[in-house]
Nanobody, 112 residues
């Protein structure tokens, strides 16, 4: 199993980023996928989850209405569209296969 995140960077408050997680080594379309984040000095927290077919998504309360998780099963990729970013969204963002396999993370920094 391999999960490779990309798309992080430095963005001003109110800006947007789209994270991608390219998956390989397993039957991607059979599994729910999630994004987590971890800020310095804090525990890793669940941000969003999407079902295997992409029909149901759930979000942590602080990102509802601002973030959108989606997936393309043909490309074996899960995305996290992040809009209206806030400084408190600053963290390393990780995709995971049901908490058992993790990517290396991509850093998102929201700062003016």
């Amino acid at each position: 199993v391999q999960l490779v995140e990309s798309g992080g960077g430095l963005v001003q408050p109110g800006g947007s980023l789209r994270l991608s997680c390219a998956a390989s080594g397993f039957a991607f379309s059979n599994y729910d996928m999630s994004w987590y984040r971890q800020a310095p000095g804090k525990e890793r927290e669940l941000v969003a989850t999407i079902t295997s077919g992409g029909d149901i998504a759930n979000y942590e309360d602080s990102v509802k209405g601002r973030f959108t998780i989606s997936r393309d099963n043909a490309k074996k990729t899960v995305y996290l569209q992040m809009n209206s970013l806030k400084p408190e969204d600053t963290a390393a963002y990780y995709c995971t296969l049901q908490g058992h396999y993790w990517g290396q993370g991509t850093q998102v920094t929201v700062s003016s």
